[in-house]
Structures are given as structure tokens and as C-alpha cells.
């Protein structure tokens, strides 16, 4: 069950900060803690649940910052060349990626064919290149850097198009560090597992305000935000449990996080409280709502208007408790409370769809499968029969799903179109082309193009087991992982051109876009 998996995943990575720190005990602290980093006094706030203490940081790094006859399985037809210093008049775009040899980030130019490296230390939470992305291209946040070296696990800036690289700020005050280094209790590798979630950065819209966790000030981890504008770090809430998982209002008027607590004899994490903090005013700030006890997190899949959300808490049992909150109001109202597998939401249309197993069916007297929900509406209607296990909304216009059935793509007034037997697939940014894809073990192994309103397969691209697939942002071509590596696809011509090898297949490939 996903409960019980993301259980033993979570007590496992414990021992796993606890082995991979234990490396590095013998390690000295001995470089001394920034003295730009001062506290400044306690902002006073209407809620009594939580300490605004808005400590300003003074000082830190300012923030500047058409189808062709089948192909063959892909060959090299050519490696792309790396560079190590910024490219002078480069335009991009660039398909930034994790160096497979662990030497930071490649940043591929898809006119030159050349990869940029940029180098941070390691380890990256790569997680971030989906995440740290300011919405107007000017600069990429990157989490890097051992806990146990001085300072080293940080914020770091990427400036675009340059790629030059600077560091912000620790995100681990000496204090922690220490206690981390020379194994002084749990709390501080509580800490250090939180400020890596890889939920841990958020940009408003706007691109001024980046909030982030970090344990500067306390051995628990507390909300930060950076103004980009007035260029200072402030510490927006502080308390003894562990601050993580920041989600900004579409129009930045809302900042939403939980604080954690860990349940050492569960050996599992619990989600004690979901808060909101009106910004810039700072004006108020309240505790949401309450998890159940059994919520190892509460996720936000959308935004009905700037100041309502929809959320659900994933428990052992499964997500569950889909609820409607208003940060206005201070009010909660569940929409669907009991268990199910995904949920997707469609902000144009207000349009929610999820799938529920045959087992969680039955209880509820229903049928397993996909089903739609308006706005405000308390039917659910059927989608699609079946057993669905990836369920998502595609930006493109259209919900995508997937299962022992197949790809399903589905529009929010219940429109379909089902791929068998494909196990992912992904709608070009134009809306023309879909490329559906199987790594050959749950799912048709290798890669096949569609036309975005037909069943019928164009074009073998890819006959090997494909991991991942990312469409230019211009939907002229396309990227696939497989096997290892990395291959590029344009249009008309769609032949592979192996870019990078050496590719883990045993852990997941993220990338992002930087036009």
C-alpha cells in the first residue's frame, strides 16, 4: 500500500543520513559562522499559535541573478562536446540535467549541441531543478553540499544565461552542524532530513520571494523567505517542531507551510499543522487546519482563487480527506473523505478527477476507476473503469492517466483517447503530438508517436526500455532517457543523437527547461 511503503521509505532514509554522515565524523568544523547573519527583533502577530520572528539577515549575496518512416534502435550519431566556462552570445534554450558523473550540472544548448557544466558541490538535491526555477528565467536555486562541511550545504544561484554560480546562504547553522558531525542526538539529523525534502523551495509568482527551510537560528528547521528586490533573508516563523513544504498563492498573497514532527517509536513522520502567512503585510497568520493523526503529509494539488486551496492528507491507508481551505477565512470543508489513489485538478475549469482502487471501491459502493468532480458539485462521475496509478494534469489542456489499461488522456468535460498497453505518455507544449512510452516491464517496452487526437501509433521512435521523456519547450523535438542514456529527437527527421551516457537507471532522472 502507498502508505505503508512511504512508512518504511522514510525509516529507512534515517539510517541512511545516519550511515552517510558517519563518513564524515571525523570531520573538524572549524570555519566560523557567517557574522552577517544576525537575528533582529520579534514581529508581532494576531495568531498566538506561531512566533513571527521575521529575523532580517543582513548582508548575504545580492540576488542578480512531421513524421518520417520508422526508425532504428538509436545509435551515437554524435556526443555533444562540454564546455567548462560560460559560452559567450549563447541564446539556448537549454535542457539542464544532474552530470551522470556527479560533477554538479549540465546545461545542454540544443543549436549548439554543447553541454555547459556547472559545478556545485555534492550531493545536489536535484529535485530542486523542478523547483528552483524563478518563474521568469532569471536564476535556478539549487540545494548542495555535505552537512558535515562548513557551511557547504547551502542555497546556491545559478545566473542564466551565464550559469556562473554563487552561494547565498547556509542552511545549517554551526551549531546544528556540529551536533550532526559528532552524533549529538536525534534532532539535528531530524533537521537535516528536513531542510533536504525535496519539497523545500518555492518561488511566488512574481519571482521576488523564494521561501525555503532552514535551521539558522534554532536546532529545528523554520521558514525563511528571500526578497529578491530589497535583497534580505528573513525568518518568517520559528517554532520547536520541523517547518517544511512552503506552496505560494498563484498571485503570492498567501504563503503555506506544515510543520512535522517525527514519531520515533513509529519511525515515521506526521504532519501536526498546515499554516498560512498573508504576504507582505505579515498581517496574519493562522493555523489552517489540523492534520489527522495518522497524515505523514498534506499535499496541495491546487488553487481555486488567490486565497483558496484543495489539499489531501496521505496516510497509511492512502491519500485521503480531499478538502477545500480558504487562508482568508480560516475555514476547512472536505470535499471527498475517503480514500483514494491520485487526485488532479484543472484550475480553468475547477474540475477535479482521481482514481480509487477496486479495494477502496468497494467499501465506498462504488466502482474502482477515474472519476470527475466539478467545482462545488457533490457527484463524482466515472471516467474510466480500471485500476489507475498515475493520475495528472497536463498544462497542456488534458488529464493524463495511466494503468494496466494503458495512457489515458481525458479532457475536463470527460473527452478520451486511450493508448493500450503504454505506460506513460506526454502531449507536445502545442497540443499537436503525444509520445507514449514503456520500460518493457509493466508496460510496452520503447517509444511510439501519436497525433494528439488519435489511438493509432505514427512512428516507432525507440525499440529499448525508455526511464524518462521531456518535450522542447517549442514542441520542434524531444529528449529521451534509455538504458543510460540520453537522446536527442527533432522533427522532420526524428533520429536519435546520443547526448550524454552513463545515466543511472536506478534512480530517477529530473530535468528542467532554461530559455
Not at 521568469?136 to 556562473?164: M, V
Request: hydrophobic content about 40%; some cysteine; charged content about 15%.
Amino acid at each position: 500500500m502507498p502508505g505503508r511503503q512511504s512508512r518504511h521509505k522514510k525509516a529507512f532514509l534515517i539510517w541512511g543520513v545516519v550511515l552517510f554522515l558517519g563518513t564524515g565524523m571525523a570531520c573538524q568544523l572549524t570555519s566560523p559562522r557567517p557574522a552577517s547573519w544576525a537575528g533582529t527583533s520579534t514581529a508581532d502577530v494576531r495568531n498566538t499559535e506561531i512566533a513571527l520572528t521575521r529575523d532580517a539577515i543582513a548582508g548575504t549575496a545580492p540576488f542578480v541573478f512531421t513524421p518520417t518512416a520508422p526508425s532504428n534502435t538509436p545509435v551515437a550519431t554524435s556526443t555533444a562536446t562540454i564546455t567548462s566556462t560560460p559560452r559567450e552570445n549563447a541564446h539556448g534554450p537549454w535542457l539542464v540535467f544532474p552530470d551522470p558523473e556527479g560533477e554538479g550540472l549540465n546545461a545542454y544548448d540544443i543549436n549548439t549541441h554543447k553541454i555547459h557544466r556547472i559545478s556545485l558541490p555534492e550531493p545536489i538535491i536535484t529535485t530542486d531543478l523542478t523547483r528552483g526555477l524563478a518563474p521568469d528565467g532569471s536564476k535556478l536555486i539549487i540545494r548542495a553540499g555535505l552537512a558535515e562541511n562548513t557551511d557547504e550545504l547551502a542555497l546556491y544561484q545559478i545566473n542564466l544565461p551565464s550559469f556562473e554560480v554563487s552561494k547565498l546562504t547556509p542552511l545549517l547553522s554551526i551549531t546544528v552542524q556540529r551536533k550532526i558531525v559528532h552524533n549529538q542526538g536525534d534532532r539535528a539529523l531530524e533537521t537535516l532530513m528536513t531542510v533536504t525534502r525535496s519539497d523545500g523551495l518555492a518561488w511566488s509568482s512574481d519571482s521576488r520571494y523564494l521561501a525555503f527551510s532552514a535551521a539558522l537560528d534554532q536546532e529545528s528547521s523554520d521558514l525563511y523567505v528571500a526578497d529578491t528586490l530589497n535583497n534580505r533573508i528573513d525568518r518568517v516563523n520559528g517554532l520547536y517542531s520541523q517547518n517544511a513544504s512552503p506552496v505560494w498563492s498563484p498571485g503570492g498573497e498567501w504563503l503555506i507551510s506544515q510543520e512535522f514532527e517525527y514519531e520515533h517509536q513509529l519511525e515515521t513522520w506526521h504532519s501536526v499543522l498546515v499554516s498560512g502567512l498573508r504576504f507582505p503585510s505579515y498581517d496574519s497568520q493562522n493555523t489552517l487546519y489540523l492534520p489527522p493523526i495518522d497524515s505523514f503529509e498534506e499535499v496541495i494539488i491546487g488553487w481555486i482563487n488567490p486565497h483558496t486551496f484543495l489539499s489531501y492528507s496521505n496516510t497509511e491507508s492512502g491519500p485521503r480527506l480531499l478538502r477545500q481551505v480558504s487562508a482568508d477565512e480560516v475555514k476547512e470543508s472536505i470535499i471527498f473523505e475517503n480514500a483514494f489513489q491520485q487526485a488532479a485538478y484543472d484550475p480553468g475549469t475547477g474540475v477535479t478527477a482521481f482514481s480509487i482502487s477496486f479495494s477502496n471501491a468497494i467499501a465506498q459502493g462504488l466502482s474502482g476507476g477515474i472519476y470527475r468532480r466539478e467545482l462545488d458539485s457533490p457527484v463524482q462521475v466515472l471516467q474510466a473503469a480500471g485500476d489507475w496509478t498515475h493520475l495528472i494534469w497536463d498544462t497542456v489542456g488534458r488529464f493524463v492517466a495511466s494503468g494496466t489499461q494503458g495512457a489515458l488522456f481525458f479532457t475536463p468535460q470527460g473527452e478520451s483517447i486511450l493508448l493500450p498497453g503504454e505506460g506513460n505518455a506526454r502531449l507536445a507544449p502545442n497540443g499537436s503530438w503525444v509520445i507514449a512510452w514503456g520500460d518493457g516491464e509493466n508496460s510496452r517496452a520503447g517509444a511510439r508517436l501519436f497525433q494528439s487526437h488519435s489511438s493509432n501509433p505514427l512512428q516507432t521512435l525507440i525499440d529499448q526500455p525508455v526511464e524518462s521523456l521531456t518535450w522542447q519547450p517549442d514542441s520542434k523535438g524531444f529528449f529521451i532517457v534509455s538504458e543510460g542514456s540520453l537522446y536527442h529527437f527533432t522533427f522532420p527527421g526524428l533520429k536519435p543523437e546520443e547526448i550524454i551516457t552513463g545515466i543511472p537507471l536506478t534512480t530517477g532522472f529530473v530535468w528542467t527547461w532554461v530559455e
